[in-house]
């Protein structure tokens, strides 16, 4: 099993990358923002409290997001790997993700961090927030607020991969295709070693 987060600001792209990554790797997709857009669409209560935060550029609490990733890994028990797309997003996420995966006798492999300006970052979501239909699209306020949670709160899972020598920095400006070149040659180049090595 070799598993993946695609790390970096919101509008940094992973959500476009992850698509083509699990069809090149076979790895099953895991995003938070698509599992809390799916609970807020199906009005349960767990979307209704997740959906206060979200429309607010905030992050929602650790044990939500914590819970519904512990779902989605025992449903998925015989999954090749795993690409993490929007979590771990605080500290106590990445803490509580190593423990989950290390249940299961299995780790992450590498921490793929998309590097964009900021301004790129208000002009892509902006940009995104005219077709996607959501209300933390077209906003700049709320946009501005998401980029200051990552600031604040989620470059630190950087520095926890960090210790490990987990993460790699990918240019994030470019066209789709070379983006998904560097981030393939890294995970190929990652694979190769670990098959290796076990
Ligand atoms: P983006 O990367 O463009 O911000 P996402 O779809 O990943 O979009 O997330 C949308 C919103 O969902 C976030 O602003 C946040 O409120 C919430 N969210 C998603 N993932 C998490 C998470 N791991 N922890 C806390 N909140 C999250």
Not at 68 to 79: E, G, P, V, Y
Not at 173 to 183: P, R
């Given at each position: 099993m070799f598993n993946i987060i695609l790390f970096g600001p919101p509008g940094s792209g992973k959500g476009t990358q992850s698509e083509k990554l699990i069809l090149q790797y076979g790895l099953k997709h895991?995003?938070?923002?698509?599992?809390?857009r799916t609970e807020i669409a199906s009005q349960t209560p767990l979307g209704l409290e997740a959906k206060n935060f979200m429309?607010?550029?905030q992050l929602v609490p650790d044990e939500v997001v914590i819970g519904?990733?512990?779902?989605?890994?025992?449903?998925?028990?015989?999954?090749n790997g795993f690409l993490f797309d929007g979590f771990p997003r605080t500290k106590a996420q990445s803490e509580a993700l190593d423990k989950l995966l290390k249940l299961k006798q299995t780790e992450i492999?590498?921490?793929l961090s998309l590097q964009v300006s900021e301004e790129e970052l208000v002009k892509r979501l902006l940009n995104r927030g005219l077709t996607s239909g959501r209300t933390d699209d077209n906003?700049?306020?709320v946009i501005r607020e998401r980029i200051a949670e990552?600031?604040?709160?989620?470059?630190?899972?950087?520095d926890h991969y960090q210790t490990f020598e987990k993460v790699v920095a990918i240019p994030?400006?470019?066209?789709?295709?070379?983006?998904?070149?560097?981030?393939s040659a890294e995970i190929d180049h990652r694979m190769s070693a670990h098959t290796t090595f076990r």
């Open positions: 895991l995003s938070t923002g698509d599992l809390l429309d607010k550029g519904m990733i512990s779902t989605a890994l025992d449903a998925n028990s015989k999954a492999g590498v921490v906003n700049e306020e990552y600031h604040r709160k989620t470059s630190a899972v950087a994030g400006e470019g066209s789709v295709d070379e983006i998904f070149e560097s981030l």
